[in-house]
């Protein structure tokens, strides 16, 4: 039976929920009404895992998702150390009003280890400690709980078994915003599909994710079987982007480095992409947290695709990208330049609005190949915003090249 992901994790898929093979769990209300519910893995004194729920407000849920964050990987001596200014420091934003939130949450998850401790001195008080613990039913006993969980915990075991099914990720990168870089990845997933490939696409570009308006599934909302997360789709292709988990539009996300390297490994490990033959990632512009959380997670991530403007000021910002990938050992499959002229639809001209051709000099100067150039297009900013395929929209020339982009990125992955 398939839940609404929405309705049951409110708005992020983040530690939210039962943890299974819990051996620590706690819930208090708090003062305001707000209920919260933690649960812990811990393993030689270890937090191993941390989750929780809560039917509180936004900051409820950002003041529960930072505890398990700040909880994973520290002893249960130092969680006690934890304190409410801690949680808000992280924060940042939270309004004065809702500031017990964090102390809800710090209180929610020191009880949780309160309840394991508890239950590992019942279990450590056992008359007989060498006996068979499959045989004995007490509830309250630590070991219980343990056998069955920690294989299913093992996170980097199920990520990597996620990923062998997918043959290749690329990732698409760009040095600044706007130039089109979604756009691409979108018309290189259609195309690829349309040329019998399975594709997925992760839109990882969490302060601008707009990938699920650009395939037109944005009303759309991701489910679960209980176990995993089910990508949506458009018909063609597996859609996950975290576009799906904000309330609106308008929700601006305010993550910091790790909790992006969380989300984005939420996102390879738990979504159910299945054997496909690509899933392109696309990254926000830059250089920054999200590309490399995704290069640190995927093993062996096929190549990046870079997209730029023709303009000095963009090409100044891909050589970066380029470094970026070099730094990384991160395959570059080439460069597309985007926006390449202007063609008017009425007397056929070509106007080089922002120049032409600096893409191609800039991926022959550093040895790296070029795919190809697409022009600006009406009918690209229509489609684009109105969720349309592109591929049926745009000029006859464009879709051509779009093909042979593609065709050379397919000869250059398995
Ligand atoms: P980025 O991902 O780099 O921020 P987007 O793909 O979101 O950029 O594109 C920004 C805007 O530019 C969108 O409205 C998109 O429809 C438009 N756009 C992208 N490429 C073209 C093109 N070749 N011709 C016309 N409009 C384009």
Avoid at 228 to 236: A, H, N, S
Avoid at 304 to 319: E, G, L, M, S, Y
Avoid at 354 to 363: D, P, S, V
Wanted: proline fraction near 5%.
């Amino acid at each position: 039976m398939f839940t609404n992901l929405k309705e049951q994790y409110r708005k992020l898929p983040l530690n939210f929920g039962p943890l299974k093979g819990a051996n620590g769990s706690a819930r208090i209300t708090g003062p305001c009404g707000d209920t919260m519910e933690f649960w812990v893995y811990i393993d030689d004194d270890k937090i191993c895992a941390a989750s929780y729920t809560t039917d509180g407000c936004e900051h409820s849920i950002q003041c529960g998702f930072i505890a398990a964050y700040m909880a994973e990987g520290v002893t249960v001596d130092n969680v006690y150390r934890f304190e409410q200014n801690d949680i808000l420091c992280m924060a940042k934003d939270i309004p004065e009003e809702s500031k017990h939130c964090a102390l809800l949450a710090v209180n929610t998850l020191k009880a949780a280890v309160g309840d394991y401790q508890e239950r590992n001195k019942k279990q450590n008080e056992c008359n007989s400690p060498d006996e068979d613990c499959s045989k004995c039913d007490k509830e309250e006993c630590a070991s219980r709980k343990t056998e069955s969980s920690f294989i299913e915990k093992d996170e980097n075991l199920q990520l990597r078994r996620r990923l062998e099914k997918i043959k290749n990720k690329i990732l698409v990168l760009s040095g600044k915003g706007g130039v089109g870089k979604s756009t691409m990845a979108v018309n290189i997933a259609s195309v690829l599909a349309s040329e019998g490939k399975k594709v997925g696409i992760l839109d990882v570009d969490i302060h601008g994710p707009s990938i699920p308006m650009m395939l037109g599934v944005d009303k759309l909302t991701p489910m679960t079987d209980g176990e995993d997360i089910l990508p949506v789709t458009d018909g063609v292709l597996k859609i996950m982007s975290i576009g799906f988990f904000l309330r609106s539009n308008d929700d601006p996300v305010i993550w910091r480095g790790p909790m992006k390297m969380n989300m984005i490994k939420q996102f390879l490990k738990d979504v159910r992409w299945g054997d496909i033959d690509y899933l392109v990632i696309d990254c926000p512009p830059g250089t920054g947290d999200e590309p490399l959380s995704v290069c640190q997670l995927i093993e062996a991530p096929s190549g990046a695709i870079i997209v730029t403007t023709p303009q000095n000021v963009a090409i100044n910002d891909v050589r970066k990208s380029i470094n970026f990938c070099h730094s990384l050992q991160l395959k570059i499959l080439g460069v597309i330049e985007n926006m390449s002229g202007f063609k008017c639809p009425n007397c056929g001209e070509v106007s080089n609005i922002f120049k032409e051709g600096g893409a191609e000099k800039m991926a022959s100067d550093f040895k790296v190949p070029f795919l190809g150039r697409i022009p600006i297009e009406g009918e690209i900013v229509i489609s684009g915003d109105s969720g349309k395929s592109l591929m049926n929209k745009v000029s006859a020339s464009t879709a051509e090249e779009l093909k042979k982009i593609v065709s050379q990125i397919i000869s250059k992955t398995n």
